[in-house]
Protein backbone atom coordinates (compact mmCIF):
# COMPACT_ATOMS: atom_id res chain seq x y z
CA UNK A 1 0.00 0.00 0.00
CA UNK A 2 1.40 3.52 -0.69
CA UNK A 3 1.73 6.26 1.78
CA UNK A 4 -0.41 9.21 1.04
CA UNK A 5 2.31 12.26 1.34
CA UNK A 6 1.17 14.60 3.68
CA UNK A 7 -0.53 18.02 3.63
CA UNK A 8 -2.29 20.79 4.91
CA UNK A 9 -5.69 18.73 4.62
CA UNK A 10 -4.29 16.76 7.77
CA UNK A 11 -5.95 18.63 10.14
CA UNK A 12 -9.44 18.46 8.33
CA UNK A 13 -11.91 15.55 7.97
CA UNK A 14 -12.38 14.33 4.63
CA UNK A 15 -15.22 11.50 5.22
CA UNK A 16 -18.60 11.24 7.12
CA UNK A 17 -18.94 9.08 9.73
CA UNK A 18 -21.74 7.60 11.91
CA UNK A 19 -19.73 8.12 15.19
CA UNK A 20 -22.80 7.15 17.47
CA UNK A 21 -22.45 8.42 21.07
CA UNK A 22 -18.64 9.37 20.67
CA UNK A 23 -18.40 13.12 20.92
CA UNK A 24 -16.57 15.04 18.07
CA UNK A 25 -13.54 16.12 19.57
CA UNK A 26 -12.89 12.80 21.01
CA UNK A 27 -13.23 11.42 17.39
CA UNK A 28 -10.48 13.90 16.38
CA UNK A 29 -8.42 12.20 19.01
CA UNK A 30 -8.81 9.01 17.84
CA UNK A 31 -8.24 10.17 14.43
CA UNK A 32 -5.12 11.10 15.73
CA UNK A 33 -4.34 8.45 17.94
CA UNK A 34 -4.48 6.35 14.67
CA UNK A 35 -1.99 8.62 12.90
CA UNK A 36 0.75 8.22 16.07
CA UNK A 37 -0.12 4.03 16.32
CA UNK A 38 -1.57 2.52 13.10
CA UNK A 39 2.00 2.24 11.31
CA UNK A 40 3.26 0.66 14.83
CA UNK A 41 0.68 -2.02 14.99
CA UNK A 42 0.52 -2.85 11.03
CA UNK A 43 4.06 -3.77 11.21
CA UNK A 44 4.15 -5.33 14.63
CA UNK A 45 1.14 -7.07 15.21
CA UNK A 46 -0.61 -6.93 11.72
CA UNK A 47 -4.27 -5.98 13.15
CA UNK A 48 -3.99 -2.32 14.43
CA UNK A 49 -7.49 -1.28 14.28
CA UNK A 50 -8.24 -3.13 17.54
CA UNK A 51 -4.98 -2.08 19.12
CA UNK A 52 -5.23 1.41 18.54
CA UNK A 53 -8.93 0.98 19.90
CA UNK A 54 -7.99 -0.71 22.91
CA UNK A 55 -5.10 1.21 23.90
CA UNK A 56 -7.22 4.61 23.30
CA UNK A 57 -10.07 3.68 25.06
CA UNK A 58 -7.11 2.50 28.53
CA UNK A 59 -6.04 6.43 28.14
CA UNK A 60 -9.46 7.42 28.05
CA UNK A 61 -11.74 4.62 29.93
CA UNK A 62 -13.23 7.55 32.30
CA UNK A 63 -15.09 9.38 29.13
CA UNK A 64 -17.68 6.10 28.86
CA UNK A 65 -17.60 4.77 25.59
CA UNK A 66 -17.42 0.93 24.86
CA UNK A 67 -14.52 -1.22 22.82
CA UNK A 68 -17.29 -1.19 20.19
CA UNK A 69 -17.77 2.86 19.87
CA UNK A 70 -14.36 3.42 19.52
CA UNK A 71 -13.79 0.82 16.94
CA UNK A 72 -16.56 2.01 14.62
CA UNK A 73 -14.37 5.16 14.65
CA UNK A 74 -10.99 4.02 14.30
CA UNK A 75 -12.27 0.87 11.34
CA UNK A 76 -14.22 4.49 9.67
CA UNK A 77 -10.29 6.11 9.91
CA UNK A 78 -8.23 3.68 8.77
CA UNK A 79 -10.81 3.03 5.77
CA UNK A 80 -10.78 6.91 4.95
CA UNK A 81 -6.84 7.09 4.91
CA UNK A 82 -5.57 2.96 4.44
CA UNK A 83 -1.96 4.27 3.86
CA UNK A 84 -1.79 5.60 7.26
CA UNK A 85 -0.57 1.75 8.14
CA UNK A 86 2.24 2.57 6.19
CA UNK A 87 3.86 5.46 7.19
CA UNK A 88 7.33 5.99 8.64
CA UNK A 89 7.75 7.81 12.07
CA UNK A 90 8.79 10.47 9.38
CA UNK A 91 5.68 10.41 7.94
CA UNK A 92 4.28 10.29 10.98
CA UNK A 93 6.26 13.65 12.28
CA UNK A 94 5.52 15.33 9.26
CA UNK A 95 1.66 14.61 9.40
CA UNK A 96 2.33 15.95 13.02
CA UNK A 97 4.20 19.22 12.38
CA UNK A 98 1.23 19.79 9.61
CA UNK A 99 -1.38 19.49 12.30
CA UNK A 100 0.54 21.63 14.65
CA UNK A 101 1.25 24.05 12.19
CA UNK A 102 -2.08 24.54 11.04
CA UNK A 103 -3.39 25.12 15.16
CA UNK A 104 -0.69 27.33 15.66
CA UNK A 105 -2.19 29.10 12.24
CA UNK A 106 -5.75 29.17 14.16
CA UNK A 107 -4.04 30.53 16.88
CA UNK A 108 -2.24 33.45 16.13
CA UNK A 109 -5.07 34.45 13.38
CA UNK A 110 -7.91 34.18 16.70
CA UNK A 111 -5.15 36.51 18.37
CA UNK A 112 -5.33 38.95 15.60
CA UNK A 113 -9.11 38.77 15.39
CA UNK A 114 -9.19 39.42 19.37
CA UNK A 115 -7.00 42.37 19.06
CA UNK A 116 -8.78 43.62 16.74
CA UNK A 117 -12.61 43.42 18.81
CA UNK A 118 -13.82 40.28 16.40
CA UNK A 119 -14.83 38.24 19.39
CA UNK A 120 -17.38 36.15 17.11
CA UNK A 121 -14.27 35.62 14.26
CA UNK A 122 -11.70 34.69 17.17
CA UNK A 123 -13.78 32.38 18.80
CA UNK A 124 -14.77 30.74 15.11
CA UNK A 125 -10.89 29.59 14.89
CA UNK A 126 -10.12 28.79 17.98
CA UNK A 127 -13.31 26.28 17.34
CA UNK A 128 -11.35 25.28 14.00
CA UNK A 129 -8.36 24.89 15.90
CA UNK A 130 -9.45 22.93 18.43
CA UNK A 131 -11.50 20.67 15.65
CA UNK A 132 -7.87 20.11 14.20
CA UNK A 133 -6.45 19.08 17.37
CA UNK A 134 -8.25 18.66 20.37
CA UNK A 135 -5.31 18.31 23.17
CA UNK A 136 -3.03 20.83 20.87
CA UNK A 137 -1.32 23.40 22.99
CA UNK A 138 -0.54 27.33 22.27
CA UNK A 139 2.82 28.03 23.67
CA UNK A 140 2.82 24.57 25.54
CA UNK A 141 1.04 26.48 28.29
CA UNK A 142 -3.10 27.56 26.66
CA UNK A 143 -5.54 24.67 25.39
CA UNK A 144 -8.57 25.51 23.45
CA UNK A 145 -10.44 25.26 25.91
CA UNK A 146 -8.69 28.18 27.84
CA UNK A 147 -8.82 30.28 24.87
CA UNK A 148 -12.29 29.49 24.00
CA UNK A 149 -13.45 30.69 27.72
CA UNK A 150 -10.82 34.13 27.26
CA UNK A 151 -12.65 35.33 24.00
CA UNK A 152 -16.44 34.63 25.70
CA UNK A 153 -14.92 36.50 28.63
CA UNK A 154 -13.76 39.74 26.77
CA UNK A 155 -16.43 39.70 24.43
CA UNK A 156 -18.81 39.63 27.48
CA UNK A 157 -16.64 42.53 29.23
CA UNK A 158 -16.83 44.31 25.90
CA UNK A 159 -20.91 43.94 25.71
CA UNK A 160 -20.85 40.99 22.91
CA UNK A 161 -21.35 38.58 24.76
CA UNK A 162 -21.11 35.16 22.43
CA UNK A 163 -23.44 32.26 21.95
Request: glycine share 6%; charged share 25%.
Amino acid sequence: MSTVAPNRHAAVREYTLDAGPVADLDVRRIELACLDNAARYARTIGWPARYVAEGWLHHNHDRGYTLADVMRVVEAYLAHAPGVKDYSPDNIAAMRRIVADVCADYAHKAHEALQSGDYAGALDLCERGEAADPDYRVGDRWGWYQLINTVRDMAARAGRPLP
